[in-house]
Nanobody, 125 residues
């Protein structure tokens, strides 16, 4: 079992920055892919944003195409936390952001085993 507690988010103007963080507890979080996906309330489509496994070495960090070069995911396994810094935000980034965990990358992208309560990120033009 993994429990995820999310913090951060909020509102910002286009071009600004925000950070969302996630604290994992339960079984060793270092054994899971951790990261974020986003979903606009009322819409079925869900978009994987960024994920990280272990210490984030080669092959263990993934970004969605829409956020590459703008978002940075980092992980602190000693504290069981993962953070997503979002720079150069656009109105299209407005969504609910959920922290998610799964044992494998495929599970994390398709249907994460665990997810947080979500936090709203709003980017105004």
């Amino acid at each position: 079992q993994v429990q995820l507690a999310q913090s951060g988010g909020g509102s910002v103007q286009a071009g600004g920055s925000l950070t969302v963080s996630c604290a994992a507890s339960g079984t060793p979080a270092s054994e899971y892919w951790l990261g974020w996906f986003r979903q606009v309330p009322g819409k079925e489509e869900r978009e994987a944003v960024a994920g990280i496994y272990g210490s984030g070495g080669s092959g263990n960090i993934w970004y969605g195409d829409s956020v590459k070069g703008r978002f940075t995911i980092t992980r602190n396994n000693a504290k069981n936390t993962v953070s997503l810094r979002m720079d150069r935000l656009k109105p299209g980034d407005t969504s609910m952001y959920y922290c998610a965990a799964a044992r494998t990358f495929v599970e994390w992208v398709r249907r994460p085993t665990y997810r947080s309560q979500g936090t709203q990120v709003t980017v105004s033009s």
